[in-house]
């Protein structure tokens, strides 16, 4: 089973990045997809998760109206489009994917079972 990540990068303050997220190995059936980031020294957090049947996304606080979250379950496909981005956006972004149902969302890393290798997003001042 694999995941990986593409397109992190460089960019300015207010631009935007789209990452996806490829999976492969397995069917994902009921397995909800999850994008989190570590910044240098912090913790791991999670950013925004959706479910299977993409019905349900959750977004922390801080990118809210500025991140969107999707997937395509025919491709085994996985988004996150992040718009407005800021300094403090900086970090290594994975994504990862665990079994929550059809219409269940993952709040906690460690019920996620697999796991991208992660993509550098770095936003300058």
């Known amino acids: 089973v694999q995941l990986v990540e593409s397109g992190g990068g460089l960019v300015e303050t207010g631009g935007s990045l789209r990452l996806s997220c490829a999976a492969s190995?397995?069917?994902?059936?009921?397995?909800?997809m999850g994008w989190f980031r570590q910044a240098s020294g912090k913790e791991r957090e999670l950013v925004a998760t959706?479910?299977?049947?993409?019905?349900?996304?959750y977004y922390v606080e801080s990118v809210k109206g500025r991140f969107t979250v999707s997937r395509d379950n025919a491709k085994n496909t996985g988004t996150l489009q992040m718009n407005s981005l800021k300094p403090e956006d900086t970090a290594v972004y994975y994504c990862?994917?665990?079994?929550?149902?059809?219409?269940?969302?993952?709040?906690?890393?460690?019920?996620?079972?697999?796991w991208g290798q992660g993509t550098q997003v770095t936003v300058s001042s």
């Open positions: 190995g397995r069917t994902f059936n009921g397995y909800a």
């Open positions: 990862a994917s665990g079994p929550g149902g059809y219409n269940g969302v993952i709040h906690t890393v460690n019920s996620y079972i697999y």
């Open positions: 959706i479910s299977w049947s993409g019905t349900n996304t």
